[in-house]
DNA sequence: AGCACGCCGACT
DNA sequence: GTCGGCGTGCTC
């Protein structure tokens, strides 16, 4: 309240007072007045003066503390929006605990639809009056005898329902025949209808589909890990427990990573639905994004397929949460707010108290260990849909069919190649590296190209002309000559990225069609989707690609997947290496075979000894999940949580150093802490140094939140943006 | 996160 | 003499 109002009303009696979370990194909400006759409630969506500008905040729980009155302003706005549920405002407190960062900037993430806290405006439409016009037209009768059929139109609708142009309508809206109405704004998408396409399912997918539909229905929290070989129908059979929800007037969440937000997801969904889902990601229409959060959060949308940030939304009636391929490392976010996007969506769930279905064929290390111990339900599908057979994998052992010098096909897969391509059918060689060479180095005095910033090696991408450091996006020309010793045309290519494999078809192999697919590739992704569709029909013989092909595109006529260097990224120090590689290479060779025609994988290996390339080559799951357990059982590292990195940056190099020594005094003396400046951690994390172990004291199932929390406790966080990445597994706090 | 205030290099 | 780089501090 003002002064000047204070004054007029003449009142002692200090204002109503509220808490207020405003998306900035402060840790507690701030407080704000609440001007006379507003009715505001936990949830409230309110605009409010923050320094110079105005933001938009949310009215939180509990009292607030005044500390200082002079400051305290007034609430400018209250929005004409459903309030934030209790349920979404514990989760927003839940993860800013759990990940130690600001509620405030927990919250951002939920208001990130600025223009969506206003109603959208109704349209406008109109209904037939009952009244005719003097003079009657083929094209006005048509328009009339539509417009009595249904209860109301919009002018382009009727125009367009009755093939006659909008004018028409303009006159007899002129003529008083129809009478303005405002209808409410389009839905952002079509109502789903469950009893459209139902799927037909074999006995093994029935029986699943039943459980998980029991689940739902029984709508209490708990977590099913639904575990089904690429192509045996898991999305179709966790579309039941999806028409199981909206049966039961529920709203759905299905989080996709990034990368699988593909037209064939949503062209699926609208097989089952008849409609499309409401989509959710990081470069939608702005516009399109305001209305799906408006609609979700007044229950008009009921489906949203989306991104790790469609967790944040706030639907009024959510029902069920799917975790699609749940171990893919897209649903990590590492930055801001550092998150598990999986994870997370079993907290929202669990506050939520609704179930959550964890998708995948290759489930995480983790969620394997919470299945077993059973704190999660266990559901498989282990039969390949229709005639799709497994392809038929072997390992070759490259030190005993090595390729020719300078090349990387060994004969043995070339032979493959060559075979496949004959019967007119297609191969996909995998690289999971982009570019012609990850090392260029100089013959005549031995340097090695490296990145300037970060002390990587740059990556030769011949087609750009460019060496490029994919640490920090850095380029710069290709030189012909040496940058130290100046010799020219001395320079000479390190091992194989896809550009080098599809130099080395092209010339193996001239006659045949070869197509690099590659995420930096030029044309963006309408290019990418083109490309696809062109290889599904047939127009391609040979495919190199990096691990953008291993994710849910269909081949139909792929009968060949050869794996050129399986065991990089075994040999990074990442933690999670080899689940990682087992992952890839049982989503990537599982591209085959998909037609019902018998199919191969090669998987080119110089450790065909190794765990991960047995795994994979005699099928045996079950085998390397206890192996990696085991393994990480010997390492130290128990089967989730404590596991992984806590990276502080605080805003200053300096006042992160001494937090740093505020933070190792309060730890064990176990240095399992470091702390970088804000330039560098992002970096660090980046290139796989400062992976540190925490090691917590005590039991097992001591959390490492635990720990944190007393760490943070005894050495306070600094001002500025600290942030903290953990990678634990948040079951053990629920 | 924004945004303003404030103190040192290359320019109309 | 100024324009502007981003380091530092604040927002109820």
Redesign the pocket.
Known sequence: MSQASQMLFGSEEPQRAVPVLV????DRP????VPVGMAVEPGSIVQ??????QVAGVVWDGETEV?NPA???EITKLFDCPPLQPAMRRFVDWVAAYTLSPPG?VVRMALRAPAAFDPEPMMEGFRFAGVSPERITPARARALELAASMPHWTRSGLAHAAGISAAVVDGLIKHGSFEPVALPPHPAVPLPDTTYGRAELNAEQISVADSLRAATVNADYGVTLLEGVTGSGKTEVYFEAVAAALDAGRQVLILLPEIALTQAFIDRFHTRFGAPPAEWHSDMPPRMREKIWRQAAEGRVRVVAGARSALFLPFRELGLVIVDEEHDPAYKQEE?TFYHARDMAVVRASLEKVPVILASATPSVESRVNASQGRYEHLRLQSRYEEAALPDLSLVDLRRHPPARGRFVSPVLLTAIEQTVARGEQALLFLNRRGYSPLTLCRACGYRFHCQQCSTWLVDHRLRGQLSCHHCGHTEKRPESCPECGTMDHLVACGPGVERIAEEMLERFPNSRTVLLSSDLPGGPKRMRRELEAIADGGADIVIGTQLVAKGHHFPLMTLVGAIDADLGLANGDPRAAERTFQLLHQVTGRAGRSGRASRGLIQTWQPEHPVMQAIASGDEERFYERELAERERAGMPPFGRLSAIIVSA??R?EAEDYGRALRAAAPDDGGIDVLGPAEAPLAVLRGRHRFRLLCQGSRQESMQVFLRRLFAAAPRP?G?VQVQIDVDPQSFL
């Not at 409010?48 to 500008?53: A, D, E, N, T």
């Open positions: 998306p900035v990194p402060a701030y407080s704000y007045a409010v003066p923050l320094g110079p500008r500390i400051k305290l302003r900037l801001r805003a200053t300096r001002r943006s």
